[in-house]
């Protein structure tokens, strides 16, 4: 089984400050997602295919990464991005998810 | 518009069974492999079970397996979690989800969940 550390756990950022959380797998993985979840709802598929926007997702946010280390970037905070972020993959029939950062708004 | 709708959960005690459905609406639910992936109160997500198209081929963690068995209905647009033997720990506010395969094998649309709570 693959598994998926995210860091910082939790962290918190001043509007338009530029925030990076990173998802490093214990094994090699084509690709990473991620997931927004606020508190009360159901999560929300945010970025997939390592690097492509779901629908309706502010240009604000971009993935990379390759290999082992991935990354979701928020080029300048804003309130609104306030919640916890998955990563997740896919491999050998097994889904995988990452323990989630909590993102806060300073 | 693409609905998930799950149901069936609640109060059960350690060691019984309880059954969730999940109602889907709004896409061709038989063209799509479906998942279940459970939330336990303030904590992560974590994968519960994936079954195919036809029914024909089901994966499960180890957490779970032996325990839990998915199934399908695809003349009802029906998914379904039967839980046996069940523990504390499996008590979460469990999600039916979509699965779907572009470049890589991701989860696109998600239903509001339902909670199981597993006490005496």
């Known amino acids: 089984e693959i598994v998926l550390t995210q860091s910082p756990t939790t962290m918190a950022a001043s509007p338009g400050e530029k925030v990076t959380i990173t998802c490093r797998a214990s094994?090699?993985?084509?690709?990473m997602h991620w997931y927004q979840q606020k508190p009360g709802a159901s999560p929300k598929p945010w970025i997939y295919?390592?690097?492509k926007l779901a629908s309706g997702v502010p240009n604000r946010f971009s993935g990379s990464g390759s290999g082992t280390s991935y990354s979701l970037t928020i080029s300048s905070m804003e309130t609104e991005d306030t919640a916890t972020y998955y990563c997740?993959?896919?491999?050998?029939?097994?889904?995988?998810f990452g323990s989630g950062t909590k993102l806060e708004i300073k | 518009e693409v609905q998930l709708v799950e149901s069936g959960g609640g109060l059960v005690q350690p060691g019984r069974s309880l059954k969730l459905s999940c109602a889907a609406s709004?896409?061709?639910?038989?063209?799509?492999?479906m998942a279940w992936v459970r939330q336990a109160p303030k904590k992560g997500l974590e994968w519960v079970a994936t079954?195919?198209?036809?029914?024909?081929?089901?994966y499960y963690p180890d957490s779970v397996k032996g325990r839990f068995t998915i199934s399908r209905d695809n003349a009802k647009s029906s998914l379904y979690l039967q839980m046996n033997s069940l523990k504390s720990e499996d008590t979460a506010t469990y999600y039916c989800?979509?699965?779907?395969?572009?470049?890589?094998?991701?989860?696109?649309?998600w239903g509001q969940g339902v909670m199981v709570t597993v006490s005496s």
């Open positions: 094994s090699s993985v084509s690709y």
């Open positions: 989800a979509r699965t779907i395969h572009t470049m890589g094998i991701t989860l696109d649309y």
């Open positions: 079954i195919s198209t036809s029914g024909s081929r089901t």
């Open positions: 709004g896409f061709t639910f038989s063209n799509y492999y």
């Open positions: 295919d390592t690097s």
């Open positions: 997740q993959q896919w491999s050998s029939n097994s889904f995988t």
